[in-house]
Nanobody, 119 residues
């Protein structure tokens, strides 16, 4: 089993910053990719940023230049630095981890962390 736990969400004013963290634990043999997704009320879950094992990153157009994704493979931890936050960034942010245990592939999600940006 693989567990994924997000932290770092909160309430911030427009223009402010937050740093989200995602910790993966369990019987993890390897991690192929980790990503941040978000879901606002009435909207479907969407990709925010993703990083693969080789270090390549992918960002949603809405967050390019403002958000930065980074991973610490040794700690099995993913970070999302969010700067210049806008009210439109308000959502529950979820961490996704893809990889393998010694016995099977996995694709696990955390419970999410709330980010609220006020104007």
């Amino acid at each position: 089993q693989v567990q994924v736990v997000e932290s770092g969400g909160g309430l911030v004013q427009a223009g402010g910053s937050l740093r989200l963290s995602c910790a993966a634990s369990g019987s993890i043999l390897s991690i192929n990719a980790m990503g941040w997704y978000r879901q606002a009320p009435g909207k479907q879950r969407e990709l925010v940023a993703r990083i693969i094992s080789g270090g390549s990153t992918n960002y949603a157009d809405a967050v390019k230049g403002r958000f930065t994704i980074a991973g610490d493979n040794a700690k099995k931890t993913l970070y999302l630095q969010m700067n210049s936050l806008k009210p439109e960034d308000t959502a529950v942010y979820y961490c996704n981890v893809e990889g393998a245990t010694p016995w099977r592939a996995f694709n696990s999600w955390g419970q999410g962390t709330q980010v609220t940006v006020s104007s």
